[in-house]
């Protein structure tokens, strides 16, 4: 399905729930390719006490979203057939989740330097799928480290492990041939 008939159906399903839940915002829409095929739409809801969307710890937040991918991914099943809908919803609220993912990614970025620090592996608190592959992405252009992610359910953990040179790909040039040098 192409992206303007999906984000058409977005747009209705906004709609919908707004209208329900008596929501007063202005609402934008982005789209873009994410990985392995996927179209990545972004919801965003501007105004004026909207805090009773985000929730305690963006619970609210999380549920709107879920609410809003079934509403979308239900509609488009109807209209395609298609079973497998290569399609993520993200939803943000005044800024919360731009905010908290940027968070996220500076702390993140401070486990990064002490695993490189202590030459070990840290794990991180466990976190939502969403926070976890913010983690994954901040930390995924660095060369020196790996993430993973381990555990189940609410428990799932992201594990920041440095790589020794070898694994790097780092050759080391000091222990070169030394009789060359006598």
């Known amino acids: 399905m ?40 972004k919801v965003v809801f501007d105004g004026e006490d909207l805090g009773y969307m985000i929730g305690n710890r963006g619970a609210h937040l999380q549920a709107f979203q879920y609410i809003l991918s079934s509403m979308v991914k239900t509609q488009i099943r109807k209209e395609t057939q298609e079973e497998e809908i290569k399609l993520a919803i993200l939803v943000d609220v005044g800024g919360y989740r731009a905010q908290r993912n940027e968070k996220i990614e500076r702390l993140a970025l401070q486990k990064a ?12 608190l466990p976190m939502s799928a969403g926070d976890r592959r913010t983690v994954h ?33 780092v050759k080391l040039e000091a222990n070169e041939d030394a009789s060359t040098e006598e």
């Open 2 to 41: 192409e992206k303007g008939k999906v984000l058409e159906i977005v747009k209705k399903e906004v709609d919908i729930l707004s209208e329900m839940m008596m929501i007063d915002a202005t609402v934008e829409y982005s789209t873009e390719d994410g990985e392995d095929g996927f179209l990545v739409i």
């Open 113 to 124: 330097d002490d695993a490189r620090i202590l030459g070990e592996p840290v794990d991180l």
């Open 137 to 169: 992405s901040a930390l995924g252009k660095f060369d020196d480290i790996k993430t993973e992610s381990f555990g189940e359910g609410r428990d799932r953990y992201v594990r920041i492990t440095p790589l020794k040179e070898e694994e790097i790909g």
